[in-house]
């Protein structure tokens, strides 16, 4: 008599519930990975409110302050927000191999590259104007320095394959050909209230985009 029963039948492979799953795993990894980009974008809204919103107070008078001593605040602010952005880049970066990780420390090398010449781009302005008004002086180093952002920013677009990068940097570009052809005052007006706008319309933006691809996902 043969005791042997035959084997049960293996469940049959889901392929819409294998791709589920890995689409999961694929969103919590790049999740754990990647620096939370909504946040860093609310940081820099808080800077640019702060620093740009410094140098309106002290240019139009509603704030006591001088617009050389707001100059250097509104600088030390975005210092802030530049080591926030970098250690959130560099802990990511840490847990990424290949040439991703290339590709990250490329791009943040570049960031500093850039404004490292925007400082003594800065300090050379400012010697070579030395006793003109400090609101021209300072229009012409914050126009340098947003080139640099809106130049950063469609590069990072064309590197990591982020359409609503490209846009932020274009929207910068176009910001700061307004605020070179409106004049010092009207410079500064525009950023301190765009530059908050577009920081957190990107923001939102990308809370967005991550919650679709989480439910997409899920799915």
């Known amino acids: 008599m043969n005791t042997n029963q035959p084997a049960a039948p293996e469940p049959a492979l889901d392929p819409r519930a294998a791709l589920a799953s890995l689409n999961q795993a694929a969103a919590a990894t790049r999740a754990s990975i990647e620096p939370n980009t909504a946040v860093i974008y609310f940081v820099w809204a808080a800077a640019y409110l702060a620093g740009y919103g410094l140098l309106h107070g002290a240019a139009f008078g509603w704030l006591p302050l001088a617009y050389g001593t707001a100059l250097l605040i509104g600088a030390g602010i975005l210092l802030a927000a530049v080591a926030y952005t970098a250690v959130a880049g560099i802990r990511s970066g840490s847990r990424i191999r290949g040439d991703s990780k290339f590709a ?38 914050n126009s340098v320095a947003i080139l640099v952002v809106g130049i950063m920013y469609m590069a990072g677009a064309a590197v990591f394959q982020d359409r609503p990068m490209f846009l932020l940097g274009a929207c910068f570009t176009v910001l700061n050909a ?23 319309a990107a923001g939102i933006a990308m809370l967005v985009l991550r919650r679709r691809e989480t439910a997409g996902a899920v799915k």
């Open 104 to 141: 990250g420390m490329a791009y943040g090398m570049s960031w500093m590259g850039g404004f490292l010449v925007v400082a003594l781009f800065s300090i050379a302005i400012s010697r070579l104007l030395a006793g003109t008004d400090q609101l021209v002086t300072g229009w012409l180093i």
């Open 178 to 200: 307004a605020g070179l052809i409106a004049g010092a005052q009207a410079f500064i007006s525009i950023f301190a209230i765009g530059g908050p706008v577009l920081f957190v």
